[in-house]
Every structure is written in C-alpha cells, then in structure tokens.
C-alpha cells in the first residue's frame, strides 16, 4: 500500500523567514496531494492541494510543488508569521474509478515560527 | 450545517471495556473515515466506508469494528479496550471519492488505563 514519508519532524523559523516541508510517497498511481494544518488542540483543516497534472500551485503565501518522477512533493510558506505555527500534514491518495480515495498521511511537522 | 459531529470528546476507559465512538455528518457525504492521531505518528487510518452498507479496513483496522447502516452515521466500535488504544480519534467525510477535501470532527480524546 501507499507509504508517506514527511521531512523534517519540527521546523523553527524566524518570523519573516521562509519554510519548506517535504514528503516522499510510494505509490506511483497516487494523484492527488494535499496539505493539512493542525493547531493545537484543533481538527486539521486543508490549506492547499495539488493534482498530478500539475506541477506547482499558488495560494497567497503557501505553494506546492510536485515531482512524479522523482514521487516528492513539497510545501513552501514565505513570510512566515506567528500564526502559521502549527502541525502540517502531507498526505496522499488514487483517485479514479475503482479507488477509494482514502488518504494516507504522512507523521506530520511541527513548525514554530519566532517573532 | 454542523458538519462532522463526535462524540464523546473525552473518555477514560478500564483495560477490556467496550465502547462505541459516535460520528454524523449532515453534508450528505458519502465517503466517511476514522483516524487515529498518536504523537508524532500522524495520522493512521483504521476504517473507512464509499457509501451506507460498505466499509473496509484502512492501515491499522485491529481492535475495531465499524458499521455504516445510514449515509450519516459511521460509528466505531473498540471491543475489548488496550493501553494501546489511548490516542485521539477523528472521525471525517468526504464528497467526492477522491481528491476531495476531507472535513474533520474535532476529535475524540480516548484514554485506556
């Protein structure tokens, strides 16, 4: 089955700075990618996704980028400020006929952002 | 709309006690999902369901038992409680059966002791 790999465990950055938040899947039928966050105490909420066909998306602060070939997609968050701290999550999934389009998540990062 | 509603929020529960987590969903979602979130483990799936009458077992099933008798509701069943089973539980649905955005419960903090 899939596997998700997510690197680094925490990540501390000064406000202001940029952090990157990468993760390695198994399954090369996986095509579709999402990023959740999670603040303490709270249920993770989606913050951005990418699909297969795409190489990068934008929103505001927050990218993704995606390497079929090399099964790596990584998260990109510039001018970092206090309230981004928080858990992220990568996760993966097949969608398509006859998929379920279950999610399987990588262990999460910590990211802690310094005034 | 609610959305994806938990309960209990917080359990205690003795070694080889039985309890049923609850979840409903008023979004007409089909797709329906437990998670089991521990430290630094992220999060593992344990049962998941496309639709009322059809479940299946995701990454870590053992120890539970689900049932999806309505489009709303997909409760799980922890028969025979182990320290190992102390984590915090999310339920959530989904509308589209893949690349779609999963709406979560806020999560069901168990404790097995």
């Known amino acids: 089955g899939e596997n998700v790999e997510q690197h680094p465990s925490t990540l501390s950055v000064q406000e202001g700075d940029s952090a990157v938040i990468k993760c390695t899947y198994s399954?090369?039928?996986?095509?579709?990618f999402p990023w959740y966050k999670q603040e303490l105490g709270k249920r993770p909420q989606l913050i951005i996704d990418i699909r297969s066909n795409v190489g990068e998306k934008k929103d505001q602060r927050i990218a993704v980028t995606l390497n079929k070939t090399a099964k790596h997609f990584s998260l990109h968050i510039t001018e970092t400020q206090p309230e981004d701290s928080a858990v992220y999550f990568c996760a993966a999934s097949k969608g398509g006929s006859g998929n379920t389009g279950k999610l399987i998540f990588g262990q999460g990062t910590t990211l802690q952002v310094k005034p | 709309n609610a959305g994806v509603t938990q309960t209990p929020k917080f359990r205690i529960l003795k070694i080889g006690q039985s309890m049923t987590l609850q979840c409903t969903q008023d979004?007409?979602?089909?797709?329906m999902y437990w998670y089991r979130q521990d430290p630094g483990m992220g999060l593992k799936l344990i049962y998941y369901?496309?639709?009322?009458?059809?479940?299946d077992k995701g990454e870590v099933p053992n120890g539970y038992n689900v049932s999806r008798s309505t489009t709303e509701d997909f409760p799980l069943r922890l028969e025979l409680a182990a320290p190992s089973q102390t984590s915090v539980y999310f339920c959530?649905?989904?509308?589209?059966?893949?690349?779609?955005?999963?709406?979560f419960g806020e999560g069901s903090r168990l404790t097995v002791l």
């Open positions: 369901s496309v639709g009322a009458g059809i479940t």
């Open positions: 959530a649905s989904s509308l589209r059966q893949a690349a779609g955005e999963l709406f």
């Open positions: 399954d090369s039928a996986s095509n579709y």
């Open positions: 979004m007409n979602h089909n797709y």
